[in-house]
DNA sequence: AATACGGGGAA
DNA sequence: TTCCCAGTATT
């Protein structure tokens, strides 16, 4: 029985901010509190790896430095700088982002959640990061790791039914310490990426692990506590990754070619799309035009690219 | 609630 | 090969 529920608060608290204080990895945008900046690394980690965003978080930056610069880019050069991210949409979605921040709020990044909320690209996530990284604002919000680690830690075994992002956003704000919501939120998500992981999370050297129910179930469920908090089979994420099904030739990888071949033209080239269609595959007839057709419509209502009489181009 | 949306690295 | 990743928008 706990006798202090407040006492065992503020040690857990204690517990992770040294932790982290010990063991933080030294991350570009966790040097900076520039709302712009904050805003650039928060959209390119969207489903994208820490290290495959550093270097293209520094090349971004050093080619648009401030919001406004950003904002009178061509789209084009934009959409070329985002190459090696994946989900280019985001790429267009964060120009027109710093488009209507520089025409509707003063060229200045929003500071509330539910203004940021409103921003094409930017989810109840976003809203919440920007809001705490760049304004140090203590408010809560779930991305992987935190989702993960507030799960195991105040929920228990990933075999239990999977709680609600409500109940879970819940259970972030009653750990969260008052006045330290930038520190608490990184920490939180530190220890998602670096002890407590998906699979095989390392218990052994985890701070909070005295706290921890998904640990506690562990122990009780087996007395070799080694992956009992994990489920034998994935709980999420089955729906896509049909198996048998590669990327390759998908749809969805057609997509990226087109944008891939675009990206590489000189500056302001139209491609018929026969020609594009060639470049994309060798085996191109008339027979592939409708579904070219069709792929490069989506794009185009993406914004991704311009069709014109002539063919195809990126948006200037 | 389900899907589409990239692409690279790790298990 | 499959799973995963500092999610969002649409249906």
């Known amino acids: 029985m706990i006798i202090d529920r407040n006492l065992m608060l503020a040690a857990l608290r204690s517990a992770l901010l040294e932790w982290f204080a010990g063991n933080a990895r030294d991350l570009p945008w966790r040097r900076t509190r520039d709302p712009y900046a904050i805003m650039v690394a928060e959209i390119m980690l969207q489903q994208t790896q820490v290290d495959r965003v550093i270097p293209k978080y520094h090349a971004f930056l050093a080619t648009f430095p401030t919001l406004k610069a950003l904002a009178s880019a061509p789209t084009a050069e934009v959409i070329r700088l985002w190459a090696g991210l994946g ?52 408010v809560v919000f779930l991305d992987t790791n935190i989702r993960r680690v507030v799960r195991r830690l105040c929920v228990g075994s990933d075999l239990l039914p999977t709680p609600s992002d409500a109940v879970l956003l819940v259970h972030a704000e009653t750990l969260l310490p008052v006045g330290q919501g930038w520190m608490w939120n990184q920490a939180i998500m530190e220890l998602g990426a670096l002890i407590c992981t998906t699979s095989n999370p390392a218990c052994w050297r985890c701070p909070l692990r005295q706290y921890c129910r998904a640990y506690a179930d562990a122990i009780v469920a087996d007395g070799d506590l080694v992956n009992t908090m994990m489920s034998p089979v994935p709980l999420k994420r089955v729906a896509e990754s049909r198996s048998g099904e590669t990327f390759v030739g998908s749809r969805r990888w057609y997509r990226g070619r087109i944008i891939a071949v675009l990206r590489d033209l000189p500056v302001g080239d139209v491609l018929p799309l026969a020609e594009l269609g060639q470049r994309l595959r060798p085996d191109f007839t008339a027979d592939h035009e409708d579904w070219l057709q069709g792929l490069v419509t989506d794009l185009a209502r993406d914004g991704l690219l311009i069709i014109t009489d002539q063919g195809v181009r990126l948006p200037e």
């Open 87 to 138: 989900y280019n949409r985001r790429a267009v979605n964060l120009q027109r982002a710093a488009q209507i921040i520089v025409e509707q709020y003063g060229g200045k990044v929003p500071d509330s959640v539910a203004v940021l909320r409103t921003l094409p690209g930017i989810g109840p996530y976003t809203a919440g990061a920007i809001a705490c990284f760049a304004f140090e604002q203590d």
